[in-house]
């Protein structure tokens, strides 16, 4: 269960805003363990990566053959237009309801938003 004692640890799987950084291979695997270890939620950041961008996967994490607790994506999930999610472990999502909090986001419900997502998943 999560308290406000654990942490957190964010990264963008393949660095492309940070010069086009690729981590070894074995990087995530190995820093997910000793995160987990100590009950350190995950964050990847999929904004520049996600949706099939690096070709081989649709994902980054994938890459490492690792899962994250949360997901940040954007960018080509709207193929342009301003769009966002976050996703998370079913654990996470249920602990927003415990503490009394809401998932915000700018952009949430914008039927023009989510015309533009379901358009660019229709041809992926």
């Known amino acids: 269960m999560l308290d406000e004692n654990d942490g957190a640890f964010i990264?963008?799987?393949?660095?492309s805003c940070g010069?086009?950084?690729i981590p070894p291979e074995n990087f995530?695997?190995?820093?997910?363990?000793?995160?987990r270890?100590?009950?350190i939620v995950c964050i990847g950041d999929e904004v520049q990566t996600g949706f099939g961008r690096l070709g081989d996967a649709f994902w980054a994490f994938e890459h490492y053959k690792v899962v994250p607790n949360i997901?940040?994506?954007?960018?080509?999930?709207?193929?342009?237009?301003?769009?966002?999610?976050?996703?998370c472990t079913k654990e996470i999502a249920e602990?927003?309801?415990?503490?009394?909090?809401?998932?915000?986001?700018?952009?949430?419900?914008n039927p023009m938003a989510m015309t533009a997502v379901s358009a660019v998943l229709?041809?992926?």
């Not at 990264?11 to 660095?15: A, D, F, W």
């Not at 995530?28 to 995160?35: H, I, N, P, Q, S």
């Not at 602990?95 to 949430?108: N, P, Y």
């Open 37 to 39: 270890e100590k009950n």
């Open 122 to 124: 229709d041809v992926i």
């Open 71 to 87: 997901l940040t994506i954007g960018k080509a999930m709207g193929n342009g237009f301003p769009v966002a999610a976050v996703v």
């Open 95 to 109: 602990s927003f309801g415990r503490r009394d909090m809401e998932f915000f986001s700018t952009f949430g419900g």
């Open 11 to 15: 990264s963008e799987y393949m660095l």
């Open 19 to 21: 010069g086009q950084v």
């Open 28 to 35: 995530y695997r190995e820093m997910y363990a000793v995160l």
